[in-house]
């Protein structure tokens, strides 16, 4: 207990700058070494006899590193001094100088600005639409938008269209700001895990000068909020570390819940903000593990840190994600493209929606007009059109699709098996495991099905319009089945049930699957002959019967709650369907490290090209495979025992501990998308490669830092500002040579020899 106290509060001085002396005992180090120590706590190293033939490692690491810290970045970590606080301001200048250059250029729609101008239009008119991800970061492009004269009237319909008049620039200008603090976070996150001027100089300047990271900061997308929070997140939770000594005092307390804050806001941008919880939420867990095996403190002490945890990073993100979907629902209350994509009962809450303060019968009868809707999440419109499967598909017989749209072709007239419905025929209400046909009112095509096998799921049977006016064959009758298996009457909204083929005993059910091109990527129809999966499963959205009396459809609303479980199911949903469109460029995990295919942002007369500074990436690789030989080197002599002074293993141990730290958040970043079955994109790596880059700054401060183990003094300095010019002056450089990607490229092709950019196609995949 007592040896732990004095460890803890020898730890505690070293972090509040306060050198401590070592010991000059005779364990640890060469005699030379002990000489060294000796020497320099007594202020007498100029009388000391250097061998320059040793590696002198006390001069290189506790002399003129020292010297470097002191002149550069400070002793005392925790105090702003004027070299530290003048690199963060010049940065900041730099990152936002970079990013609103030409912030106005090109003026049309630019990739995907199609969808989140688009969104940020509908939050402003108040529209609700479906989309993949979650609302704030659509949200603050809205706001951001109204606060800067935008009204929300532009369609944003495709990529190239002029903006003309539109006020678009303030929506530019947001995702600029939040791209351009990211350069300062990276420069504060390396300072706060090494302590190391130089590491956090060459980590903002080797952001600052991709050209990737600048690409995506320019324009209307998400990408740039995001990258902005889970910096924000990473560096709060450092920041939050770095108090870990003075536990419950004020900053302590704030920086937790600037983390538990940053934590929600990268989460609700993108559900890749997950990744960075997970980072954060590991790195709490070993940091609770600590304050557990710390002896010299009770179990009320430890409790209190862990309850401070479970409130300001559980309890409050979740309330603030929560918050934000509220905000979400209570501002798109109008109805839009979107609603079909969600339940009968969720869409009655929306302005507009037929559903909405509307009044139909409560149950539907033979000669209904009704709709119907899968409940599967995301389910569509049990829906048909004039058009027939083409010939070698499967029998040309009119299509039946999934829609999730709103539309007159998702309109059925329920009828008895043998009898075409009167409008003088008695109300007779339909019940469980009642026989019935289902015409489609447009084409006075019936619900069929045969032997046939479906168009994309082989082990289905195919689904058709067949006959004409009611005429048609045994194959187009149904048992309705509801799954209450009750025999009460088929209700509106809330029951579900079943239609089985009479003759193959199989289910009516939306598949997985889209149909091509000659199906208008519809949703696949098929009769199931496994009728348990959930996808089978219906209910009627809509009923039109005169001969029938109404209720109000309000109390099929749904709470927010409801609300927000849906909205998660149906976005869950959307993601795994995501697909790539025909024609469109896309990649694989595998290319992102080595920057092996961009993506075309914007083509014709002004190209822009998202690809990031290829110095930069592959530098990474570099270091990485260094870093990985320098590691195992280092292991491999403390598994000897080899005799190093206690302070070049704690320099080694604080250095070793940060690139360890900062590969584990590039896995947690970069990882996962080797398991994504969805569609991905080049995009998807700048959060990963934010902390790879971050790591290569370490690594490389580490490197030249370790000059002093190999040389003389004299010529440990030289090459030390040699090396850290190079590394400079070639990133400059790089950006200098691919600035032209991000500003807009003009004139010919990169091939062409009167191209600006003639001889940077290293790649034959860059499509530049």
């Known amino acids: 207990m007592a040896k732990g106290g004095e460890e803890n509060k020898r730890r505690a001085t070293r972090r509040k700058g306060i050198s401590t002396p070592a010991k000059p005992t005779g364990s640890g180090g060469s005699q030379r070494e002990r000489d060294i120590v000796s020497d320099d706590q007594n202020g007498q190293n100029q009388n000391h006899q250097k061998d320059d033939r040793v590696p002198n490692v006390k001069s290189k690491l506790f002399s003129d590193i020292r010297q470097i810290d002191r002149q550069f970045g400070g002793s005392t970590p925790r105090v702003p001094t004027l070299y530290w606080l003048t690199g963060l301001l010049v940065f900041s200048f730099l990152s936002l100088a970079t990013r609103l250059y030409k912030i106005c250029e090109p003026t049309h729609i630019v990739w995907d600005e199609t969808h989140f101008g688009k969104m940020g239009s509908w939050y402003i008119n108040r529209t609700f639409f479906f989309d993949v991800h979650p609302p704030l970061g659509k949200m603050m492009i809205g706001l951001f938008g109204t606060m800067t004269g935008y009204d929300g009237s532009f369609t944003f319909s495709k990529p190239g269209i002029e903006y003309g008049d539109t006020e678009y620039v303030g929506m530019r200008a947001l995702c600029a700001m939040c791209g351009s603090c990211v350069i300062p976070l990276s420069y504060d996150i390396v300072w706060e895990l090494t302590h190391s001027l130089t590491a956090a100089v060459l980590a903002a300047t080797l952001i600052l000068l991709d050209t990737g990271t600048l690409i995506l900061s320019q324009y209307i997308l998400l990408d740039p ?205 339909i019940k469980h495991n009642d026989i019935i046909r289902l015409m489609h009112k447009p084409t006075l095509r019936t619900l069929h099905s045969h032997k046939e096998r479906a168009p994309i799921t082989s082990r289905h049977y195919q689904v058709t319009g ?75 959205e809509e009923i039109t019967d005169a001969r029938l009396p109404n209720v109000s459809v309000a109390i099929y609303a749904p709470s927010f709650l409801q609300m927000f479980m849906e909205s998660h199911k149906v976005m869950a949903q959307g993601n795994r369907g995501l697909k790539p469109k025909e024609d469109e460029v896309t990649s694989q995990p595998w290319q992102w490290p080595i920057d092996y295919r961009g993506q075309v942002f914007s083509g014709a007369s002004y190209r822009v090209y998202l690809l990031g500074n290829p110095v930069i990436f592959w530098g990474n690789l570099v270091v990485l495979v260094v870093f990985s030989g320098v590691y195992i080197f280092n292991g491999m002599k403390k598994q000897r025992r080899c005799e190093e002074l206690v302070e070049v293993k704690e320099y080694k141990e604080k250095t070793f501990s940060a690139c360890l730290w900062l590969l584990l958040a590039w896995a947690l970043h970069y990882l996962p998308f080797w398991t994504m079955g969805r569609v991905l994109y080049f995009h998807h790596y700048f959060p990963a490669f934010l902390f790879s880059t971050m790591f290569t700054a370490v690594v490389l401060d580490y490197l030249l830092k370790s000059l002093w183990f190999w040389f003389p003094r004299d010529v440990a300095w030289n090459l030390y500002h040699l090396g850290l010019g190079l590394v400079f002056s070639i990133a400059v450089y790089s950006f200098y040579l691919f600035h032209p990607l991000a500003y807009g490229m003009h004139g010919p092709l990169a091939n062409n020899e009167t191209s600006t950019m003639y001889g940077l196609k290293w790649l034959e995949t860059w499509d530049i």
């Not at 709103?406 to 003088?424: A, L, S």
Request: charged letters at 15%; glycine letters at 8%.
């Open 225 to 429: 909020l995001l990258l902005f929070f889970i910096m924000g997140s990473t560096h709060s939770y450092l920041k939050f570390y770095s108090y870990r000594a003075s536990p419950f005092t004020l900053k302590w307390w704030v920086w937790l819940t600037c983390t538990g804050a940053m934590l929600a806001c990268a989460i609700s941008v993108k559900f890749v903000g997950l990744f960075v919880v997970l980072l954060v939420g590991l790195s709490t867990i070993k940091d609770l593990w600590d304050i557990l095996g710390d002896l010299s403190q009770n179990m009320g002490y430890i409790v209190n840190h862990f309850l401070a945890r479970v409130v300001l990073l559980i309890v409050l993100p979740v309330v603030l994600y929560m918050v934000f979907f509220a905000i979400h629902f209570q501002v798109l209350i109008k109805s839009g493209d979107g609603d079909g994509f969600y339940s009968t009962a969720f869409q009655s809450r929306l302005i507009g929606n037929r559903l909405h303060n509307a009044s139909m019968p409560e149950a539907f009868a033979f000669g209904s007009v009704v709709t119907i809707k899968n409940s599967a999440v995301g389910g569509g419109y049990l829906h048909s059109h004039a058009h027939l499967y083409p010939e070698g598909v499967s029998v040309m017989q009119q299509q039946v699709t999934c829609y999730h749209h709103k539309d007159f072709n998702n309109e059925w007239i329920v009828m008895k098996p043998n009898q075409m419905p009167v409008p003088e025929d008695p109300v007779e209400l």
């Open 466 to 540: 067949y006959g004409f006016n009611g005429s048609g064959d045994a194959n187009d009758f149904w048992r309705i089945e509801a799954i209450d298996g009750i025999d009460t009457h088929i209700g509106t909204v809330k029951t579900v049930f079943k239609l089985i083929h009479i003759n193959r005993n199989c289910a009516v059910t939306q598949t997985t699957k889209k149909l091509p091109k000659w199906g208008y990527e519809q949703s696949e129809v098929s009769c199931n002959p496994h009728s348990t999966d959930h996808r089978s499963l219906w209910n009627i």
